[in-house]
């Protein structure tokens, strides 16, 4: 009867939580399988184990696979470089602590780079140098004791305008719109802006405030345009008459034209809209910018009309003069 237990009690620390247990999936020989709940738990004692069988050497994990289905972590064994004394050692980028690190003579920028540099600088106090009087009048009459600070975030708001770099300008031009509603260029400036990025609703705004406090209409092309993207046509009419009987210079007056044609276009009324164009869109000996602009307006329109030959003659002529202005060399080869 006590052989029967004893047999029993050895089967139970042999294949129970032994080898096949938690022995060979989690924590080895040395867990729970030898000296743990196998042999000393219900079975010999330790001493005639220890007696009767030989001790098992240390097996190396890697082979029992123990680490779940990947296997054991490989470790790589780090390859250290030969010194190398031709090879050169670059300094710390920290500093060691307890040392000082000795004061270093000031480099000076030669050759071509010291002239770049000094040429950046002449351009930048170039560019800014005094307003124009009417704004430096203007600014420190409103501005009272912050006139001159003022004065300055305008001209940054200006010379970012002129760079531009847009939204730059409207950080520098925007505190002082709200401290100077009542400052023309300020609001002009705001507006023209705002028109370049495309916010045309806040620089409708700011440009009608431009001309409600100036009654100018050197801006009325700019406001006619920003109307046009909001489809306010009736807007766009009521500036072009305005424009039309102030008969400011031909530049404008061009530009006006340009903006009020395009809004027929849009509004698929091709006829009204080339008539519009064409009644100053005669031929000049020495034509100016706006004079091209014109020509390739019209070009676009009587192409979308379908008057291929009109628009070959516009694009010659515009590239007669100019043969880098626009698209107009590969418009007028996508027309033969």
Partial sequence: M?????????????????????????????????????????????????????????????????????????????????????????????????????????????????????????????????????????????????????????????????????????????????????????????????????NYRAAATELEAFVELTDSVDQHPVLMDCYRAQRRWRRVEELWEELAAASPSAELMTEGRIVAGGALADRRLLTEAIATLDKKAGAVRKPQIYHLRLWYALADLEERAGNNARARTLFDRIAAHDRDFADVVSRRKALR
């Fill in 2 to 198: 006590a052989d029967r237990k004893k047999s029993s009690g050895a089967s139970k620390g042999s294949s129970g939580k032994g080898s096949s247990g938690k022995g060979s999936s989690g924590k080895g020989s040395s867990g729970k399988g030898s000296s743990g709940k196998g042999s000393s738990g219900k079975g010999s004692d330790r001493g005639t184990r220890s007696e009767t069988q030989p001790e098992r050497a240390p097996r190396d994990r890697a082979m029992e696979g123990g680490f779940g289905p990947h296997g054991a972590p490989t470790v790589r064994d780090r390859v250290r470089r030969d010194d190398d004394p031709a090879r050169e050692r670059r300094p710390a980028p920290l500093r060691v602590r307890g040392q000082r690190r000795s004061p270093q003579p000031e480099r000076r920028a030669t050759g071509s780079r010291a002239q770049s540099s000094d040429a950046h600088k002449s351009e930048t106090r170039r560019r800014r140098g005094r307003p124009p009087g009417d704004v430096e009048t203007e600014v420190l009459r409103l501005g009272g004791r912050r006139g001159p600070y003022l004065l300055r975030e305008v001209m940054a708001g200006a010379d970012a305008y002129a760079g531009l770099r847009d939204r730059e300008a409207l950080r520098h031009l925007r505190p002082v719109r709200d401290a100077l509603p009542d400052a023309p260029s300020v609001r002009e400036l705001t507006g023209l802006a705002q028109y370049r990025i495309g």
